[in-house]
């Protein structure tokens, strides 16, 4: 059984930064693409970023030059670097893993299109 872990986050003043760890436990798929997604108060659940097995990270354009995914295949672990936060960032951040066919694969934008999701973890961002 598949299980992921969120930790990290909290909450900063904004222009400040944090950030989120995840890790994947019984796991066994290699090649799958690991990714984060968040969901405000009220809003739907959106994607942030995401890597794949390769190492191609995409991101949302409004966190694009401000954060930074990265991964340790042999551990299961991904990290969400979250940098110069506003509040417009603060919400449930939640990690994700699938399976998307290949090691080049694009991960999907969709949550719908994910399978595995960690319990999530608050970002919370004052002005």
């Known amino acids: 059984q598949v299980h992921l872990v969120e930790s990290g986050g909290g909450s900063v003043q904004a222009g400040g930064s944090l950030s989120v760890s995840c890790v994947a436990s019984?796991?066994?798929?290699?090649?799958?693409?690991m990714g984060w997604f968040r969901q405000g108060p009220g809003k739907e659940r959106e994607f942030v970023a995401a890597?794949?097995?390769?190492?191609?990270?995409y991101y949302r354009d409004s966190v694009e030059g401000r954060f930074a995914i990265s991964r340790d295949n042999a551990k299961n672990i991904v990290d969400l670097q979250m940098n110069n936060l506003q509040p417009e960032d603060a919400a449930v951040y939640y990690c994700?893993?699938?399976?998307?066919?290949?090691?080049?694969?694009?991960?999907?934008?969709?949550?719908?299109?994910?399978?595995?999701w960690g319990q999530g973890t608050q970002v919370t961002v004052s002005s």
């Open positions: 994700t893993a699938h399976y998307f066919g290949s090691q080049r694969a694009r991960p999907s934008r969709s949550p719908e299109a994910w399978r595995y």
């Open positions: 019984g796991w066994t798929t290699r090649g799958g693409a």
């Open positions: 890597i794949n097995w390769a190492g191609t990270t």
